[in-house]
């Protein structure tokens, strides 16, 4: 039921567990575009592949979570509905790839190394010589990689969210310790003890491991990027250890100095127009005046009114506006308007990443 001459517009959301966001950006659409847009929450199930879902466009909230969701939309997209993150470009992002990504564009970026899976050989059907390009790493190459990095460091699955798996070591015993034996060693299925041990196994054998600088950060900012406006907060990340659910926002420019806010700004405004991304954050570890890029690939931002209060309403407008926008021109798009940039590039085989 694709838009053709009828005179509502259909914007699908999909949804996980949040319910506040969700629901207040259907009315805040509804209102805005007088409505001329018919925002709901997306239905699926079963889906045959010859047939479109009934939205123009879908703002996915989820399926980093639910891969079933990413298949949909792919093919959502393959139909014609916009899909709001790119269901192609989300598949291909990793913490490992904006770090390279950040020193191509020359933002400070923490040092970062990538890493073979711990216990390769237990891979299913993976053997020695399923892996001859794979270089033994002795210990001077491991020497190597900690002087590089330095300690303290972070090492965290390369792609993953929800400080999953995310483990500060302190030094190479510690290290070893974690990177061979207890990655995802938290309880996962508490009441069943072998299949806990087994999600955890396989978990800690297939996941894509990086050490990363520690950043002995003074300040910390987030910053969201919707539709080409920027926000940016102080933020104070949430002690996980002391059982603290949600980060601490603050609206508070003269916090960074308008030297280091408008770097900010800048920076995030680079980011995202070089890589051709519409709704996303961006986070900065600032020390001394340095502000180091920790992560940039958070296309569900934390759009939670309870953590964000200060913030909420602003990006609830921004978000309702942007996708009015996209459905009422499509030449608003910002992928669109970006395609011959950071991934066209490199879906073309054209060369390296070059700033917007």
């Not at 269901?87 to 790839?97: E, G, I």
């Not at 390009?133 to 460091?153: M, Q, S, T």
């Not at 920076?267 to 519409?278: A, D, K, L, W």
Request: net charge neutral.
């Amino acid at each position: 039921m694709k838009s053709t001459g009828r005179r509502h517009k259909t914007l699908g959301i999909l949804r996980g567990r949040e319910n506040f966001f969700p629901e207040d950006l259907v009315r805040a659409v509804a209102a805005r575009s007088r409505n001329s847009v018919r925002a709901e929450m997306v239905s699926v199930g079963a889906e045959p592949a010859e047939r479109p879902l009934p939205y123009d466009l879908i703002y996915d909230r989820i399926s980093h979570d639910y891969p079933m969701y990413q298949v949909l939309l792919r093919a959502a997209a393959a139909h014609g509905t916009y899909v709001i993150p790119n269901p192609f470009l989300t598949a291909a992002d990793d913490k490992f790839l904006g770090a390279a990504i950040g020193s191509r564009l020359g933002i400070p970026t923490p040092r970062t190394v990538v890493l073979p899976l711990s216990g390769s050989l237990w891979v299913h059907d993976i053997s020695e010589q399923s892996l001859r390009n794979l270089r033994w790493i002795d210990e001077k190459e491991w020497g190597r990689v900690f002087d590089y990095v330095g300690f303290p460091a972070w090492l965290k699955p390369c792609a993953a969210g929800g400080w999953l798996g995310v483990y500060k070591v302190h030094g190479p015993e510690e290290f070893f310790r974690i990177y061979n034996q207890a990655v995802f060693h938290g309880p996962i299925l508490p009441h069943d003890p072998a299949a806990d041990s087994a999600v955890r196994n396989w978990l800690g054998r297939t996941t894509v491991m990086i050490l990363q600088q520690d950043v002995p950060w003074d300040r910390f900012a987030r910053c969201w990027y919707i539709g080409g406006e920027v926000l940016v907060a102080r933020y104070t990340p949430p002690r996980k250890h002391q059982g603290e659910v949600y980060g601490k926002y603050e609206d508070d420019p003269d916090f960074f100095g308008k030297d280091l806010y408008e770097r900010l700004r800048g920076y995030v405004r680079q980011i995202n127009s070089t890589m051709g991304y519409e709704i996303n954050t961006a986070e900065f570890a600032i020390h001394e005046d340095e502000p180091y890029l920790i992560d940039f690939l958070n296309f569900t931002c934390d759009f939670n009114p309870k953590s964000i209060a200060p913030f909420y309403e602003r990006c609830l407008d921004l978000v309702a506006g942007y996708l009015i926008r996209c459905l009422e021109d499509p030449a608003a798009r910002l992928q669109m308007q970006n395609r011959d940039r950071a991934w066209g590039r490199l879906s073309t085989g054209r060369g390296a990443i070059e700033p917007a």
